[in-house]
């Protein structure tokens, strides 16, 4: 039977104390590397205070988020952003022909 090494600490997405690696957010909560990875791949929110978890900018703490529904949003949102700014073009150019037929019709009849 193999001894398990036990930390002071407790991982509250496994609720083990299981001394493995752990990562510690931004908002300093500590979780074992493999539960956060696991828990950010559904909610990209820290389990304990409901903050958006801030990865760390480290190699020893690299977690790849594979998350369809955030990829998405991105996509979505930026398909949104790029159809306003077509409407926003179109409708300077059509108010500028406005401008130019009035100022014609003024300058005719005027």
Request: glycine share 2%; aromatic share 10%; with cysteine.
């Amino acid at each position: 039977m193999d001894a398990e090494i036990l930390s002071d600490k407790e991982c509250i997405i496994c609720l083990d104390n299981k001394e493995i690696e752990w990562i510690t957010l931004e908002c300093r909560h500590e979780y074992h590397k493999k539960c956060i990875h696991d828990w950010i791949q559904v909610r990209m929110i820290c389990p304990v205070c409901i903050r958006a978890i801030q990865l760390p900018h480290n190699e020893d703490t690299h977690i790849v988020i594979q998350h369809p529904e955030l990829d998405n949003a991105r996509g979505a949102f930026y398909e949104h952003r790029q159809r306003e700014t077509a409407y926003i073009v179109y409708s300077i150019f059509i108010i500028a022909i406005i401008c130019i037929v009035i100022g014609s019709i003024v300058y005719v009849y005027g």
